[in-house]
């Protein structure tokens, strides 16, 4: 078989699957903008029942009706399990040393987060070897890997040096394109008196360094951190080495992050916690995807994020786990799927098509979060009927098989 990509290689088919997510738009999905969908009738997911995929190489060639599958090499029974795209988590901090279990008992007692506590962190990251840095990551992707993400963002930001902010991008473009440049996470303890002559670096010499490992840039706009006009100076600057504006977004309070993002053409604001109307008709006006990451919420006892105001308003939304040590330590997307369902308004299905095309929306990208000819053989199989389950069984670990770019690799 020849794909439409071109490429010709062994063909594997996938069969007797019980509910296959597409995502195809062609199928009758697309994204799940402006009304409440039920699973099935309607669904943003492009759903096939008893459903075959077949894979050539690295790409998915077919999806259809598993009684109809084309003759393949190898032939896989699914058995009745579901499949979806792997996860795309558009959003994440795994390049850290150290935790922060203190300060999460504290918050548990009543003590409030703040983004102060990024400081130990980057402590604990500026004392670490690579070897300890990388031990970690690949830790914490392959605890993802085995709960279904194929594509992960990670950023630097616990570094806050220049050596130390480029070191944190180096060691994750080892591991994936979608790097992004943090270097204002906070302003560095050692600027603490002169946050602007800290700006300057970030926009000048650290970015100088920064830039060829990565492939966007972000900034945490907020108190305590970087306001408006610092926020338009540092992603501009990005923007002008050719990286891509994302925002940490309205997290802890109103603030002008997310129509800064709009205004800059940002893929993504992220956690959009704290929006006015104003905040959701500019979303829902432009091309920047909300990325919502209810882990975060979660860990720091905060108010949840209203998804069903931004879908019902039209507006693209992600859901991703922000794994980090300080607001958000889980790497699970299932976990992040349910909590969205019970908490945020959201539907199974559209918090299932948020953690695979949202994600990939969030990056750009259509080559992931979808399981359509052409797209990479990213697939999660889970030991359940439908993708429903993943809300249904709340920290059941479903996620029975993992395939990447055509290889099963859980
Ligand atoms: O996305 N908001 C800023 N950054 C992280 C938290 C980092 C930390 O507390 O270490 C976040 O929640
Ligand atoms: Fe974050």
Request: with cysteine; hydrophobic share 40%; glycine share 10%.
């Amino acid at each position: 078989m020849s794909s439409s990509t071109g490429r010709t290689g062994t063909t594997t088919a996938i069969t007797d699957i019980a509910t296959l997510v597409t995502n195809d738009p062609s199928l009758g999905g697309g994204s799940p903008r402006s009304s409440k969908l039920e699973s099935g009738r309607g669904s943003p997911l492009g759903l096939i029942r008893d459903a075959a995929v077949v894979i050539e190489g690295d790409r998915v060639v077919w999806t259809g009706e598993s009684s109809k599958a084309p003759a393949t090499d190898n032939r896989v029974r699914a058995d009745g399990r579901a499949v979806l795209p792997g996860f795309v988590d558009s959003h994440s901090h795994l390049v850290f040393a150290g935790d922060r279990t203190e300060e999460f008992n504290a918050r548990m007692s009543g003590r409030a987060y703040s983004a102060g506590g990024i400081r130990t962190t980057v402590a604990a990251t500026r004392a670490a070897t690579d070897g300890e840095l990388e031990a970690n990551l690949t830790r914490f992707l392959a605890e993802a890997l085995r709960q279904g993400t194929t594509t992960f963002e990670t950023k630097s930001g616990y570094g806050l040096t220049v050596a130390d902010e480029a070191r944190a991008l180096r060691l994750a473009a080892a591991h994936t394109d979608e790097v992004t440049y943090l270097g204002a996470h906070i302003v560095s303890p050692d600027y603490a008196d002169d946050p602007a002559a800290y700006v300057a670096l970030v926009t000048g010499e650290m970015l100088d360094a920064c830039a060829p490992h990565a492939r966007w840039i972000d900034v945490f706009c907020e108190k305590g951190a970087f306001d408006g006009d610092q926020a338009r100076a540092i992603l501009t600057a990005g923007k002008a080495k050719g990286l891509h504006p994302r925002i940490h977004a309205n997290q802890l309070s109103h603030g002008p992050g997310v129509q800064l993002a709009v205004e800059l053409d940002a893929a993504s604001a992220d956690h959009c916690t704290h929006l006015t109307d104003a905040d959701v008709d500019a979303l829902a006006n432009g091309d920047t995807v909300a990325t919502l990451l209810p882990g975060a919420e979660f860990s720091t006892r905060a108010e949840w994020p209203d998804a069903r105001r931004l879908l019902d308003a039209g507006v693209t939304v992600a859901l991703s786990t922000d794994c980090n040590p300080g607001s958000s330590f889980t790497s699970s997307v299932p976990f992040c799927i349910a909590l969205a369902v019970r908490d945020m308004g959201m539907t199974p299905d559209e918090a299932v098509w948020s953690a695979t095309a949202g994600g990939a929306a969030a990056l750009r990208r259509t080559d992931v979060g979808r399981i359509a000819p052409g797209a990479y053989a990213d697939l999660t199989l889970l030991d359940a009927p439908s993708h429903v389950h993943l809300a249904y069984r709340p920290g059941v670990p479903l996620v029975s098989e993992v395939w990447r770019r055509g290889v099963r690799v859980v």
